[in-house]
């Protein structure tokens, strides 16, 4: 995912904590933050030490970074997006973390309810 995509400095997360609007499942908490100065949305990812080491950290957050990337077209792009990792997401595959990112986007109206992610 290229750089300009990405959500880094802690001002910016605090401007979507504070001002941005919250949908969560079991697996994932997702900030929404429309922003109009860019014109492709902005990922920001949070995983906690609690979920595990550092290598389950990043594994989450590489299936996370993915699941966008492939769904970048479907995605409503005038957002910005925070995607926090819950515990029960260690234990699932590519697959399961992707569909339930993807329940979580539908319930935000950030992606079509009607949205198939089967290719």
Same mark, same amino acid.
């Given at each position: ?7 880094? /400095?802690? #001002?910016d997360f605090q401007l979507i904590?504070? @001002? ?5 499942? *079991? &697996?994932?908490?997702?900030? =929404? ?14 995983? /906690?030490? #609690? ?6 950290? @990043? ?5 996370? *970074? &993915?699941?966008?990337?492939? =769904? ?38 950030a992606i079509p309810r009607n ?5």
């Open positions: 995912m290229k750089k300009d995509y990405r959500i880094k /400095s802690n #001002k904590f504070k @001002n941005g609007r919250s949908f969560a499942n *079991r &697996q994932f908490i997702v900030y =929404l933050y429309e922003n109009n100065s860019v014109n492709h949305f902005r990922l920001g990812l949070s995983v /906690s030490k #609690k979920i595990g080491n550092a290598v389950t950290r @990043n594994q989450i957050k590489r299936y996370v *970074r &993915q699941a966008f990337l492939e =769904l970048q077209n479907d995605i409503d792009a005038k957002y910005d997006y925070i995607v926090i990792a819950r515990k029960p997401v260690r234990d699932m595959n590519y697959h399961q973390a992707k569909s339930s990112l993807i329940h979580v986007l539908k319930i935000a109206k949205f198939s992610s089967n290719p």
